[in-house]
């Protein structure tokens, strides 16, 4: 049988790929109430480069497996136990550990999805897709027509934002830091593309010949949150949920007080914890159904084994990539 292996790491530290590497283990034996499950695909997101350096708002207790998301196929289930059958496909629990040959997970916590579709681009489906669908719905009442800006529009979550806005008739200014990323936002179905700078404002108005934007999304922080403000309608929200910049977010007394623009953030990990699971599945299955039907997806710039976590970690933390970072076993 294929040896099984997984992405350990026991310390954490400055170089991500320095702390991790992968470790055979043995078949494990199931306990009721558990599944074995192959691991199809399982991306590298900034969070897991940040968790291994010590940086991400929760740290596992070490030793810790790498991987927070990703899909698997149903190999085995523990004595007595109901949950997808065996050959499924499935969404793996958030923060599993997923960069890994196989893992076991609790059944009941296995969402189903179509056995047909991209194990590659459903494989990113726990983290950026739901991210981007509730920075769109819960922070401003938006209607078809209406303008929405975002910084890092090459990202993850940004290319994730383009698309459902367009799905739910919205148009989007999207703001990057480098003129090379314009292009590939503009595939991906970006109405405006423009490049991050002090002007930022005049530009957006023309762009958008004055438009009120009422939803700005930050992933920056630093004084590009301040120039994403300016470009918002009076009463508009700013809602940030990354600090590529390593700053913290500034906005001037003017936004704030003279036109009452607000600052709010958003930690996806915090809405799996307060949200109702039967919500959750609602939003990933309906998020699931996209992906398989071509209408959501995001590019892959490579793919990994695990035998090569050393080089897929340096992959994903290197700068001026075109799309993510995959861990694809060689058994699937």
Not at 285 to 297: Q, V, Y
Request: net charge neutral; glycine share 10%.
């Amino acid at each position: 049988m294929t040896t099984m292996l997984k992405a350990q790491y026991n310390e954490r530290g400055p170089v991500p790929q320095a702390v991790i590497a992968a470790v055979p283990f043995e078949r494990p034996t199931l306990s009721q109430g558990q599944a074995l499950v192959a691991v199809l695909a399982a991306p590298i997101n900034p969070s897991d480069v940040l968790t291994l350096t010590g940086q991400y708002g929760i740290l596992p207790p070490l030793p810790a497996v790498g991987g927070s998301e990703g899909v698997g196929r149903v190999v085995e289930l523990g004595p007595d136990t109901q949950g997808p059958a065996i050959g499924q496909t499935v969404l793996l629990p958030a923060g599993s550990g997923t960069w890994a040959t196989h893992l076991v997970a609790p059944a009941a916590r296995l969402i189903p999805l179509p056995n047909g579709a991209d194990p590659q681009q459903l494989a990113m489906l726990t983290v950026n897709p739901p991210t981007a669908s509730l920075l769109l719905s819960d922070f401003a009442t938006l209607q078809p027509g209406d303008w929405v800006i975002q910084n890092s529009a090459n990202s993850g979550v940004g290319s994730y934002v383009v698309q459902l806005a367009k799905l739910r008739g919205l148009k989007t200014v999207n703001i990057v830091r480098r003129e090379s990323a314009i292009a590939g936002v503009l595939v991906q179905g970006g109405d405006v593309v423009l490049v991050d700078g002090d002007d930022l404002a005049e530009r957006v108005k023309a762009a958008t010949a004055g438009a009120p934007i009422k939803l700005g999304i930050d992933a920056v922080g630093g004084k590009a949150t301040m120039r994403l403000a300016g470009t918002l309608t009076e009463s508009a929200v700013v809602v940030n949920y990354g600090a590529l910049s390593g700053e913290p977010c500034i906005v001037s007394p003017r936004e704030l007080v003279f036109r009452d623009v607000s600052l709010k953030g958003f930690w996806l990990a915090r809405w799996f914890r307060t949200t109702p699971q039967p919500q959750q599945f609602a939003l990933l299955t309906e998020l699931a159904g996209l992906i398989a039907a071509g209408k959501l997806s995001t590019p892959i710039q490579a793919s990994y084994d695990v035998a090569q976590i050393k080089e897929a970690v340096a992959a994903a933390a290197a700068g001026e990539r075109q799309g993510k970072i995959l861990i694809v076993p060689a058994q699937a």
